[in-house]
């Protein structure tokens, strides 16, 4: 049984950074396509913030966080991490890290994701 956890969510100050594990377990790293990090916000979708090619290390972020945060991943611990630096207050919300099995899929839709964590909260306050 797949299963991610996140962790490593918290309240931090604007211009603040934080750091957000994904550890995944019951499939091998390498069977995945990619992984990928959103974030939904309260009264908002669910969107896109950055995604890494486990193959190749190929990364690709949502304009609002270039530059900020950076994904990395540990294939040996079949951990992702998300710094995150500089925050915004507009940063807040529930993250979540995902798995994508489809190969060459469009890595951008949350409906291309199979699995899913539980979520952790960013807060980031003026």
């Known amino acids: 049984q797949v299963r991610l956890v996140e962790s490593g969510g918290g309240l931090v100050q604007t211009g603040g950074s934080l750091r957000l594990s994904c550890a995944a377990s019951?499939?091998?790293?390498?069977?995945?396509?990619?992984m990928g990090w959103f974030r939904q916000a309260p009264g908002k979708e669910r969107e896109f913030v950055v995604a890494v090619t486990v193959s190749n290390g190929r990364t690709r972020y949502a304009d609002s966080v270039k530059g900020r945060f950076t994904i990395s991943r540990d294939n040996a611990k079949n951990t992702v991490y998300l710094q995150m630096n500089s925050l915004k207050p507009e940063d807040t919300a529930v993250y979540y890290c995902?798995?994508?099995?489809?190969?060459?899929?469009?890595?951008?839709?949350?409906?291309?994701?199979?699995?899913w964590g539980q979520g952790t909260q960013v807060t980031v306050s003026p």
């Open positions: 995902a798995t994508n099995a489809v190969a060459y899929s469009d890595i951008y839709p949350s409906s291309n994701y199979a699995y």
């Open positions: 019951g499939r091998s790293f390498s069977s995945w396509y990619a």
